[in-house]
């Protein structure tokens, strides 16, 4: 392993640490306030549809615009056109009969295998089907109506009051018997908080939530079955980081936050919910981490941290196979759009994407153009089979770790080789294996400022084994011993324990006594820790 | 045990209770609030108390439950309960101001109906007479591009016209199941596992020497919306069912059993054929805050007047949605519905009888429909909203086979197989069994041999 990838030397515990702990102390302090202020603001963001809006941004996709001019047309075909209408020849000229009938070439070849009769048919045809394809007032309906007579139209998202259960104080849920163990399955085995008030009250870092949203993938099994086996397999969350020498959970205050309310008949309906309760986790300092369905939930996830952290203040890092920027269907949200429309509405700066592990069957040379235009960071298996992972590793984090970025992190699994996550809606091979994704979810979420993650579009039944969850299950972990690190100010470039990633009891990589030192040096801080006072 | 440990446990019993029992569906009006629980309500404004007499807090509370909350709760808390409650209540139904009640599309897209409009005429790739084309290089295939009921293909309707086709097999890959997804894939997993039109081993007939049998492909569906969906498969279903073929519809989620029968009352016209459906849910979800869905199908069915509910025949019913309300709704629609409690109480052999004698007594037409739920999960585990007790596939090809040969047959669907559940063949082999029981039985009539014919041959070796 090269020497210059790795720092073994730990900062010494000193004066900087302790402002370190000062500020966390009062970044709690001031995020308690906010959500006590929170409770008075309106519950719903500005874009918010209600009643029967339309969608209140441009919805035209910039890409599709087209400024080609129209061919020319040899005079030897006139004949074959002598049935057309003037506006029926201005068609055949454009770049919309360019779908049907090819370059200027083949327009010319085809119009002279017609006679005037069929010619006039063909163009006709042409033309139903674009002015078909375009929403037509009238004949189209604008819009998915629900029904408003329903008395239970909101029954899907109504929160149970507090006051309907036994009166406890707030904080987060320890639901066992055993020292908060052997109760229903939590992520992790993590209390469970139901309400802003468990976090606040907990001084929680970390909220797991499940979005079991399945409406938007290609297979559909990333419902509930998938935060149940979550949480069936949720007990790796809580162990020993080896390579680090962390535990999560003795540096961080992790909760279960339960499931969020979907409605899996509508995607957009369940957007603003989720949005709300993305929010309401963040506005209270934790770190929400959304796992589970489909990628739909990045629009909600990233636009709920953009309305407390403000607009054009979060950028995000995708690893997914797909870049998720499509746009220009019928419907404005699925489990392809969420980056593009991030993007369209303001939350995020395209300047601010970056985007990890991309390689399926898209985006095209007009997507990647528009991804160079925008100044979106991409970064491809292509690249990697160029340059190698382990280059574009450090690239990728000292740009996501780049000074005053806030960052999401959203993990779509089919960013993994099939072999190690084939339950996933849209798997493509040739992907990251675990060994290369668990390092650098760990290190971007130690190195940078990670203010939300998100791990989606797990499928468990496309698994008969369990290893598709183990493998989600252990991204979650890499990022969460990440984030201990980074709250323990471990935060220089790859941080491994110099204890546990060297025996030295031999010179062989040149380094023995660096290693040793480190040791030892870790060893006085963690003396000088235990004589400090506790908290 | 302390008093406070005592009611930490009755507390989260009635918790469990809570959980477990739905609310009771009650008539507007009044709570009859037990006597000796009148004392604490002078505890609540006038607001308060006409909403827990009214009755109106039982649609969130379970009614043991409010009666110990009464019994319990000091004055303070039992208004901070009421006041939740009302809140609660106030936010259960739809607000203009507050929700979205249409979910906006993307009018500028180029593409708003793309995937829903067939390819006109001129614009076809390939030129080619009228007619069902084989895709198979061979007089004799035994493999190939996979078909239904290893079937010739046809794509318009001319060429079900030119083909005088008896049977259209078509897939409808919608995927909005309210259970498990993956329905999306029936279609072509009955296609890649094809088990259906092989000699009948009860009447020896081939049903390809008597019918002419197609696989007419999919119809088109959104992904993302079941609504924007239903129309374009509505007119597809009328646009084949006026060719003189009979659509044999495969879903897809149960959702699709609403534009498949519509479809077919398009071309037919409303209430001129009956409805046998096999179903463990009764899929008459009345108040849905959605305009269609799989629970809603038979709602709208029988509400649109589509088919009669006294020509309705409902068989298998069981599972969560089977409650109180439902069946009294069904009863008051006339439908004639066949529980799993019924079949237990009275054997099924019983219960086909009757349903036999409700089918002969309705009009000559019949649409028959299945659900794959309705079969036992031992033998469909891939049923996207699957019930346990159900009936047996011998029970249910046996049923559908003698209905399709009994009655004049103008529509068939079977619907929400997923074959994802299923990692070995079982599900899909069974559900081309019931669509194979009423093609067989559609052959059986069309050869003019009695419903329930059995060759003599088959029926007994002959030896002495």
Same mark, same amino acid.
């Given at each position: 392993?090269?020497?210059d990838?790795?720092?073994?030397?730990?900062?010494?515990?000193?004066?900087?640490?302790?402002n370190?702990?000062?500020?966390?102390?009062?970044?709690?302090?001031?995020?308690?306030?906010?959500?006590?202020?929170?409770?008075?603001?309106?519950?719903?963001?500005?874009?918010?549809?209600?009643?029967?809006?339309?969608?209140?941004?441009?919805?035209?996709? *910039?890409?599709?615009?087209?400024?080609?001019?129209?061919?020319?047309?040899?005079?030897?075909?006139?004949?074959?056109?002598?049935?057309?209408?003037?506006?029926?020849?201005?068609?055949?000229?454009?770049?919309?009969? $360019?779908?049907?009938? =090819? *370059?200027?070439?083949?327009?010319?070849?085809?119009?002279?295998?017609?006679?005037?009769?069929?010619?006039?048919?063909?163009v006709?045809?042409?033309?139903?089907?674009?002015?078909?394809?375009?929403?037509?007032?009238?004949?189209?309906?604008?819009?998915?109506?629900?029904?408003?007579?329903?008395?239970?139209?909101?029954?899907?998202?109504?929160?149970? %009051?507090?006051?309907?259960?036994?009166?406890?104080?707030?904080? *987060?849920?320890?639901?066992?018997r055993?020292?908060?163990?052997?109760? %229903?399955p939590?992520?992790?085995?993590?209390?469970?908080?139901l309400?802003?008030?468990?976090? @606040?009250?907990?001084?929680v870092?970390?909220?797991?939530?499940?979005? %079991?949203?399945?409406?938007?993938?290609?297979?559909?099994?990333?419902?509930?079955r998938?935060?149940?086996?979550?949480?069936?397999?949720?007990?790796?969350?809580?162990?020993?980081d080896?390579?680090?020498?962390?535990?999560?959970?003795?540096?961080?205050?992790?909760?279960?936050?339960?499931?969020?309310?979907?409605?899996?008949?509508?995607?957009?309906?369940s957007?603003?919910?989720?949005?709300?309760?993305?929010?309401?986790?963040?506005?209270?300092?934790?770190?929400?981490?959304?796992?589970?369905?489909?990628?739909?939930?990045?629009?909600?996830? @990233?636009a709920?941290?953009a309305? @407390?952290?403000?607009k054009?203040?979060?950028?995000?890092?995708?690893?997914?196979?797909?870049?998720?920027?499509?746009?220009?269907?019928?419907?404005l949200?699925?489990?392809?759009? %969420?980056?593009?429309r991030?993007?369209?509405?303001?939350?995020v $700066?395209?300047?601010?994407?970056?985007?990890?592990?991309?390689?399926?069957g898209?985006?095209?040379?007009?997507?990647?153009?528009?991804?160079?235009?925008? =100044?979106?960071?991409?970064?491809?298996?292509?690249?990697?089979?160029?340059?190698g992972?382990?280059?574009?590793?450090?690239?990728?984090?000292?740009?996501a770790?780049?000074?005053?970025?806030?960052?999401?992190?959203?993990?779509?699994?089919? @960013?993994?080789?099939?072999?190690f996550?084939?339950?996933?809606?849209?798997?493509?091979?040739g992907?990251?294996?675990?060994?290369?994704?668990?390092?650098?979810?760990? $290190?971007?979420?130690a190195?940078?400022?990670?203010?939300?993650?998100?791990?989606?579009?797990?499928?468990p039944?496309?698994?008969?084994?369990?290893?598709?969850?183990?493998?989600?299950?252990?991204i979650?972990?890499?990022?969460?011993?990440?984030?201990?690190?980074?709250?323990?100010?471990?935060?220089?470039k790859?941080?491994?324990?110099?204890?546990?990633?060297?025996?030295?009891?031999?010179?062989?990589?040149?380094? !023995?006594?660096?290693?040793?030192?480190a040791?030892?040096?870790?060893e006085?801080?963690d003396?000088?820790?235990?004589?400090? *006072? !506790?908290e | 045990?302390?008093?406070?440990?005592?009611?930490?446990?009755?507390?989260?019993?009635?918790?469990i209770?809570?959980?477990?029992?739905?609310?009771?569906?009650?008539?507007?009006?009044?709570?009859?609030? #037990?006597?000796?629980?009148?004392? #604490?309500?002078?505890?609540?404004?006038a607001?308060? /108390?006409?909403?827990?007499?009214?009755?109106?807090?039982?649609?969130?509370?379970?009614?043991?439950?409010?009666?110990?909350?009464?019994?319990?709760?000091?004055?303070?808390?039992?208004?901070?309960?009421?006041?939740?409650?009302?809140?609660?209540?106030?936010?259960?139904?739809?607000?203009?101001?507050?929700?979205?009640?249409?979910?906006?599309?993307?009018?500028?897209?180029?593409?708003?109906?793309?995937?829903?409009?067939?390819?006109?005429?001129p614009? &076809?790739?390939?030129?080619?007479?009228?007619?069902?084309?084989?895709?198979? &290089?061979?007089?004799?295939?035994?493999?190939?591009?996979?078909?239904?009921? +290893?079937?010739?293909?046809?794509?318009?309707p001319?060429?079900?016209?030119?083909?005088?086709?008896?049977?259209?097999?078509?897939?409808?890959?919608?995927?909005?199941?309210?259970?498990?997804?993956?329905?999306?894939?029936?279609?072509?997993?009955?296609?890649?596992?094809?088990?259906?039109?092989?000699?009948?081993?009860?009447?020896?007939?081939?049903?390809?020497?008597?019918?002419?049998?197609?696989?007419?492909?999919d119809?088109?569906?959104?992904?993302?919306?079941?609504?924007?969906?239903?129309?374009?498969?509505?007119?597809m279903?009328?646009?084949?069912?006026?060719?003189?073929?009979?659509?044999?519809?495969?879903?897809?989620?149960?959702?699709?059993?609403?534009?498949?029968?519509?479809?077919i009352?398009?071309?037919?016209?409303?209430?001129?054929?009956?409805?046998?459906?096999?179903?463990?849910?009764?899929?008459?979800?009345?108040?849905?805050?959605?305009?269609?869905?799989?629970?809603?199908?038979?709602f709208?069915? /029988?509400d649109?007047?589509i088919?009669? +509910?006294?020509?309705?025949?409902?068989?298998?019913?069981?599972g969560?949605?089977?409650?109180?309300?439902?069946?009294?709704?069904?009863?008051?629609?006339?439908?004639?519905?066949?529980?799993?409690?019924?079949?237990?109480q009275? +054997?099924?052999?019983?219960? /086909?009888?009757?349903?036999?004698?409700?089918?002969?007594?309705g009009?000559?037409?019949?649409?028959v429909?299945?659900?794959?739920?309705?079969?036992? #999960?031992?033998?469909?585990?891939?049923?996207?909203?699957?019930?346990?007790?159900? /009936?047996?596939i011998?029970?249910?090809?046996?049923?559908? &086979?003698?209905?399709?040969?009994?009655?004049?047959?103008v529509?068939?669907?079977?619907?929400?197989?997923?074959?994802?559940?299923?990692?070995?063949?079982?599900?899909?082999?069974?559900?081309?069994?019931?669509l194979?029981?009423?093609?067989?039985?559609?052959?059986?009539?069309?050869?003019?041999?009695? #419903?329930?014919?059995?060759?003599?041959?088959?029926?007994?070796?002959?030896q002495?």
């Amino acid at each position: 392993m090269a020497s210059d990838n790795v720092s073994w030397v730990r900062p010494i515990w000193n004066i900087e640490m302790k402002n370190v702990c000062f500020a966390t102390a009062a970044a709690l302090f001031v995020a308690a306030t906010t959500v006590a202020m929170a409770a008075d603001e309106p519950r719903h963001t500005p874009e918010h549809v209600i009643g029967e809006q339309a969608y209140p941004f441009a919805s035209n996709d *910039p890409r599709e615009e087209d400024d080609k001019p129209p061919i020319e047309l040899p005079d030897s075909v006139a004949p074959k056109l002598a049935l057309l209408t003037p506006e029926e020849i201005e068609f055949l000229k454009s770049n919309d009969a $360019r779908a049907f009938t =090819g *370059p200027a070439e083949d327009t010319i070849e085809a119009l002279n295998e017609r006679t005037p009769e069929e010619v006039q048919a063909w163009v006709q045809a042409m033309q139903h089907v674009v002015n078909h394809n375009r929403y037509e007032e009238g004949r189209d309906t604008p819009n998915i109506r629900l029904n408003t007579e329903s008395p239970k139209f909101n029954a899907w998202r109504l929160q149970r %009051p507090r006051s309907m259960d036994p009166a406890r104080e707030a904080g *987060p849920i320890p639901l066992g018997r055993y020292d908060g163990k052997g109760g %229903p399955p939590t992520f992790g085995r993590f209390p469970l908080a139901l309400s802003t008030e468990d976090l @606040v009250a907990g001084e929680v870092d970390v909220a797991i939530l499940g979005a %079991p949203l399945n409406m938007g993938s290609g297979w559909r099994d990333s419902g509930e079955r998938a935060t149940a086996d979550l949480r069936l397999l949720g007990w790796p969350l809580a162990g020993l980081d080896q390579y680090v020498q962390i535990k999560p959970s003795e540096v961080l205050t992790i909760v279960d936050y339960g499931d969020v309310a979907v409605d899996n008949d509508n995607t957009e309906r369940s957007m603003s919910h989720i949005r709300d309760i993305v929010r309401e986790i963040a506005a209270t300092g934790a770190v929400p981490m959304i796992v589970g369905g489909d990628h739909s939930l990045e629009y909600p996830n @990233v636009a709920g941290l953009a309305d @407390v952290y403000g607009k054009e203040k979060v950028s995000v890092i995708h690893f997914d196979s797909h870049y998720d920027a499509w746009w220009g269907g019928n419907h404005l949200i699925g489990h392809g759009y %969420p980056v593009y429309r991030l993007i369209n509405e303001g939350h995020v $700066r395209a300047e601010d994407y970056i985007q990890v592990g991309l390689r399926s069957g898209g985006p095209d040379k007009t997507g990647f153009k528009w991804m160079r235009e925008k =100044g979106m960071r991409y970064h491809n298996m292509a690249e990697v089979e160029a340059h190698g992972w382990d280059a574009v590793l450090d690239r990728v984090v000292a740009e996501a770790s780049e000074e005053g970025r806030k960052l999401h992190i959203s993990f779509d699994i089919d @960013v993994l080789d099939p072999a190690f996550a084939v339950a996933t809606g849209t798997p493509v091979p040739g992907g990251l294996t675990m060994r290369e994704a668990i390092p650098i979810v760990r $290190r971007l979420c130690a190195e940078s400022n990670v203010v939300g993650f998100d791990l989606v579009e797990l499928h468990p039944a496309l698994d008969p084994t369990y290893k598709t969850t183990l493998n989600s299950t252990y991204i979650i972990k890499a990022c969460l011993t990440g984030l201990a690190m980074n709250k323990e100010g471990l935060t220089e470039k790859h941080y491994l324990s110099p204890l546990s990633s060297e025996h030295a009891i031999d010179d062989y990589y040149g380094e !023995q006594q660096q290693y040793l030192d480190a040791t030892r040096a870790e060893e006085e801080k963690d003396k000088d820790e235990e004589k400090e *006072p !506790q908290e | 045990m302390s008093p406070q440990g005592i009611l930490a446990r009755c507390g989260m019993v009635t918790l469990i209770l809570a959980l477990l029992l739905p609310p009771f569906e009650r008539a507007a009006g009044q709570w009859p609030i #037990p006597e000796e629980l009148l004392a #604490p309500l002078s505890a609540l404004n006038a607001e308060q /108390l006409e909403f827990v007499s009214s009755g109106a807090a039982l649609e969130f509370i379970p009614e043991r439950q409010l009666e110990y909350e009464l019994a319990t709760r000091d004055a303070d808390s039992l208004r901070s309960l009421v006041d939740d409650l009302m809140a609660v209540a106030a936010e259960m139904g739809y607000d203009p101001n507050r929700d979205m009640g249409a979910t906006p599309l993307n009018l500028a897209s180029k593409r708003f109906n793309k995937g829903k409009l067939p390819t006109p005429a001129p614009l &076809r790739k390939l030129k080619r007479d009228a007619g069902p084309f084989s895709v198979h &290089r061979y007089l004799f295939p035994t493999s190939g591009v996979p078909t239904f009921a +290893g079937a010739k293909v046809a794509i318009w309707p001319e060429d079900l016209v030119a083909g005088k086709v008896d049977i259209a097999i078509i897939g409808i890959p919608s995927n909005a199941s309210s259970g498990r997804r993956d329905a999306r894939h029936g279609p072509n997993a009955m296609r890649a596992t094809n088990t259906i039109a092989a000699t009948d081993e009860q009447s020896l007939i081939e049903p390809h020497e008597i019918l002419s049998v197609v696989d007419y492909g999919d119809f088109s569906v959104d992904w993302l919306s079941t609504e924007l969906t239903v129309d374009h498969v509505t007119d597809m279903v009328a646009e084949t069912a006026e060719t003189g073929a009979i659509p044999m519809l495969v879903g897809g989620d149960t959702s699709m059993l609403y534009p498949g029968v519509k479809g077919i009352a398009k071309a037919r016209g409303r209430g001129t054929f009956g409805l046998l459906q096999f179903n463990a849910h009764p899929d008459s979800e009345r108040f849905g805050d959605h305009t269609v869905s799989d629970r809603q199908a038979m709602f709208l069915l /029988l509400d649109e007047g589509i088919v009669n +509910g006294s020509e309705t025949v409902q068989v298998g019913l069981r599972g969560s949605a089977l409650d109180l309300e439902s069946l009294q709704w069904l009863r008051s629609q006339k439908v004639r519905y066949h529980t799993m409690a019924e079949i237990q109480q009275r +054997g099924f052999d019983k219960v /086909l009888t009757k349903v036999i004698r409700e089918v002969e007594r309705g009009p000559d037409a019949f649409f028959v429909s299945i659900d794959v739920s309705v079969i036992d #999960p031992a033998e469909m585990i891939a049923a996207g909203r699957i019930a346990p007790n159900g /009936l047996s596939i011998d029970e249910v090809t046996r049923a559908i &086979r003698h209905v399709c040969a009994a009655k004049d047959i103008v529509g068939f669907e079977i619907t929400d197989m997923a074959p994802m559940l299923d990692v070995s063949r079982l599900s899909v082999i069974n559900a081309n069994a019931v669509l194979n029981a009423c093609l067989v039985g559609i052959a059986v009539r069309k050869a003019g041999l009695e #419903p329930d014919y059995v060759h003599p041959l088959v029926l007994d070796h002959g030896q002495r």
